[in-house]
């Protein structure tokens, strides 16, 4: 099974700020990975597939990128609806990382 | 717009066994991979398994042992079971649809959740 791993747990920030969110793999999934973002009480919503590919609807500011082990979702300037929980996760095992909590500071 | 809808018991005792339903409305059952995704309280995702329209399933090696999944596809609907439950299953439960209808990839459509309880 591979395993993803994010970081930081917790990212705190201001609204405006960019955000950086890293995800890394044990072993290489070539492109193949998505980003989904959850807020409270709410199922995840898909932002990013294969790598760098905004799903329908996700604005432009989300971005995405990396290949093999080392992926980045990053959040441009954060408006007030994108704090939440993100949490990466790779096609070929379906799994998920651990998730990381975007905060307002 | 395809809708996922969830059902089933929100309390289920120790080592009995766990059922959900999945409700398919607004598009085809037929072609893409069905999952279950589950969510303890105050943790992460973990996907589960997922079924094909043809009926295929594939699951997650740790509970390969204690789930079976299903589809039928005249009802559009897929079916979760979860034998010999624990207060470990415990969870928030999430259908989800693949985005691909040729392979299961990511997950775009996803169910509202069904809070799932194992407790005597």
């Known amino acids: 099974e591979i395993v993803l791993t994010q970081s930081p747990a917790t990212l705190s920030l201001s609204p405006g700020e960019r955000a950086t969110l890293s995800c890394r793999t044990g072993q290489s999934v070539g492109s193949y990975l998505a980003w989904y973002q959850q807020k409270p009480g709410q199922a995840p919503r898909l932002v990013i597939y294969?790598?760098?590919n905004r799903a329908t609807g996700i604005p432009a500011r989300f971005s995405g990128s990396g290949s093999g082990t080392d992926f980045t979702l990053t959040i441009s300037s954060l408006e007030p609806e994108d704090f939440a929980v993100y949490y990466c996760q790779q096609r070929a095992g379906l799994t998920f990382g651990g998730g990381t909590k975007v905060e307002i500071k | 717009q395809v809708q996922l809808q969830e059902s089933g018991p929100g309390l289920v005792k120790p080592s009995e066994t766990l059922s959900l339903t999945c409700t398919v409305s607004?598009?085809?059952?037929?072609?893409?991979?069905w999952s279950w995704i589950r969510q303890p309280p105050g943790k992460g995702l973990e996907w589960i398994g997922y079924?094909?329209?043809?009926?295929?399933?594939n699951y997650n090696s740790s509970l390969a042992r204690r789930v079976t999944l299903s589809v039928d596809t005249s009802n559009k609907q897929f079916s979760l079971k979860v034998n010999y439950v624990t207060a470990a299953d415990t969870a928030v439960y999430y259908c989800a649809r693949s985005r691909s209808s040729s392979f299961p990839d990511y997950f775009d459509y996803w169910g509202q959740g069904t809070v799932v309880t194992v407790s005597s």
């Open positions: 607004g598009g085809s059952i037929s072609s893409y991979y």
């Open positions: 294969d790598a760098s």
């Open positions: 079924v094909s329209h043809t009926g295929s399933a």
